[in-house]
């Protein structure tokens, strides 16, 4: 397994719409486990692979967060909602790829989501709470969507300029 470097907003390969896995071949297995390092390195709830650089529909989160509790790593391949309730509810999101930058997002409040897991099987599952809105964020950034885009111009344009500045100063460093 090894650590993978995170793009950071603003990057055209977050913008992208990822491609579909045609079949769950090893070289995925490898991305979800190196995926799953990286994010508990960070540390992360939730990492999509455009956000290491890889236009694939895979993502992967751990959304346990009690202390002693064990984790429940988890690998989504081609992630799709099927269901979403009506109800909505109000989290502080952030993202790996926008440093420090948090804001309450409003999203449906109960999910049931269908994948394939890395063992090729048909997985479908009803998520609530936390895991509810990682899963929708992540899935976001299969489709180019970050959180950020879900808030007024004037606050995203500020976000995206710190983080440009971000940047800069890390290729000086
Ligand atoms: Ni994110």
Known sequence: MSIRPILIHPDPR???????????ADSVR????????????????????????????LLVMDCVK????????MALVNP???????ELALHEEGCLSI??????????????????????QERQ???????ATC????????DGKLFID??????RQMITRKMAKLKREKARA
């Open 66 to 73: 009690e202390e002693g509790e064990a984790p429940r790593p």
């Open 125 to 131: 599952e009803h998520f609530t709470g936390l895991w």
């Open 135 to 142: 899963v929708q964020h992540e899935i976001d950034h299969l």
């Open 14 to 24: 977050l913008k992208k719409t990822a491609r579909p896995v045609p079949e769950i």
């Open 99 to 120: 440093p420090e930058q948090y804001a309450e997002i409003e999203r449906p409040a109960e999910v049931m989501v269908r994948w394939t897991d890395l063992d090729g």
């Open 30 to 57: 490898k991305l979800a486990e190196d995926m799953l390092e990286t994010m508990y390195d960070a540390p992360g709830i939730g990492l999509a692979a455009p956000q290491v650089g890889v236009s694939s529909r």
């Open 80 to 86: 799709e909602v099927t269901w979403a309730s009506e």
């Open 150 to 155: 879900y808030l007024g111009p004037l606050k």
